[in-house]
Each structure stands twice: as C-alpha cells, then as structure tokens.
C-alpha cells in the first residue's frame, strides 16, 4: 500500500514553460486535493475534486488547471509557469466521512 | 467563514518540558478542528481532530488537544517534549458542515532543545 504518491521530487521550470505534476493514491478514497505551501502562508487549496469527474476551485486556482483522470489520479497543469508559482505542491487524498486526509511527500518547484 | 489562527511562528522547548502550540479559530458553525504535523521534507499527517463530542481530544505521540468553545481555542499540548517532536505544526478546520474542504493555519515550527 504506497498510500499517495507524487511526481516529480523536483522540477525546475523556466518562465512561460508547462508542465503537469501527477498524484496517485491506491487507498479508494474519493477525494482529493492539491495545495500548495509558502513559507509563512500555511497551506493553501487550489483545486479539490470530490470524486471522479468533478473538480472545484479552491483559494488560489489561478494560473492552474486539473484533471481527475479516474478515481486513482489527480493531476494538476500549468500552463505558462511564472516565478510566482515556486513553491512546494502536495497532493492530499481523503475517504469520505472520515475528515482524515493523507498526504504525498510533495514536490518542490522552482520557475526560474 | 471559517479561518484558524496560530499564534508564534516558531516555539523552542528544552527536552522533557511541556509543549503549548497555540490555535484559535473562527467559525459561524460547530467547528470541525484538526492538528496535523510535518516533519522535514514530509508531507502532512493527522495528528489528531475535533469532530464531536468529548471536547479533549488525544491524538498520537503523546499529543492532547482541548476544544473550548468559550475561548474558540484548540491548542494543543504534550506533557514532556521529545527530540523527535521537532517538526512543523499546522491547526485546520473544516470549511463548513457541507463539504470537504480545509482552511490550514499558517504553521508553527517547533524546535526540542537539549
């Protein structure tokens, strides 16, 4: 049972460059999320899907698009990276009616 | 709507005195309240969570939290600081009764000296 996995680790992106950042989790749950964290700002949600084929904006969606590919991945695009976007990314699963999420060990970004 | 406050970025304890990580939060609903740890190059994990009914709360690792409604405080405390506690400490709560969303505070990093 590898619970959530993430990749990449790590990336390095140039300005204006895209990429996708891709979650998995093997544990059935019908939730997930993709947050990002800041230093001093905590975690913040960008999108979250509730289950397979629906997904829902979050505080700070701009800049990101996602796709809920299937109950077990949850990938999260951007576009046209910007300087603004490094920062470390998590994605996080949850059954529901348990109020108890797991999360990937992250990946750290960097937009040069 | 819901948001959570944690007060002192950082918190240093000598090893084997008590550890007070502090939360309040705000919330037109009865709130749902979490504490989840993170230790470096982690990601998160529960270490406990408020839902409903006893108002202490026990989590792993020793850790305990109150809920108290008066004070809209959810701190949370373990008796005697372990080296291995050093780690990050986030306090959320659930968005509202109808959904599965949270609102994460902003961290407080927690450091055991020797």
């Known amino acids: 049972n590898a619970g959530v996995t993430q990749t990449p680790k790590f990336q390095v992106l140039k300005t204006g460059q895209s990429m996708t950042l891709q979650c998995a989790q093997d544990m059935n749950h019908n939730s997930m999320y993709w947050y990002r964290q800041d230093p001093g700002m905590g975690l913040r949600l960008i999108y979250y899907?509730?289950?397979?084929?629906?997904?829902d904006k979050g505080e700070v969606p701009n800049g990101y698009n996602v796709s809920r590919l299937n109950k077990r991945e949850f990938s999260l695009r951007l576009e046209s990276a910007a300087p603004s976007q490094t920062s470390v990314y998590f994605c996080?699963?949850?059954?529901?009616?348990?109020?108890?999420?797991?999360f990937g060990p992250g990946t750290r970004l960097t937009v040069l | 709507a819901q948001s959570v406050t944690q007060l002192g970025s950082h918190v240093s304890v000598s090893e084997g005195a008590l550890v007070l990580l502090r939360c309040n939060y705000s919330s037109s609903v009865p709130p749902y309240l979490f504490w989840y740890v993170q230790y470096p190059n982690q990601g998160l994990q529960l270490l406990l969570k408020y839902t409903t009914g006893a108002t202490l709360v026990k989590g792993i690792n020793g850790f305990e939290a109150e809920f108290k409604k008066s004070e809209t405080s959810f701190h949370l405390t373990k008796p005697s600081a372990h080296m291995s506690d050093a780690a990050e400490y986030f306090c959320a709560v659930r968005r509202g009764s109808g959904t599965y969303k949270y609102i994460f505070g902003t961290g407080t990093r927690l450091k055991v000296l020797a």
């Open positions: 899907s509730a289950s397979e084929g629906t997904t």
């Open positions: 996080a699963s949850l059954l529901g009616g348990t109020d108890t999420q797991y």
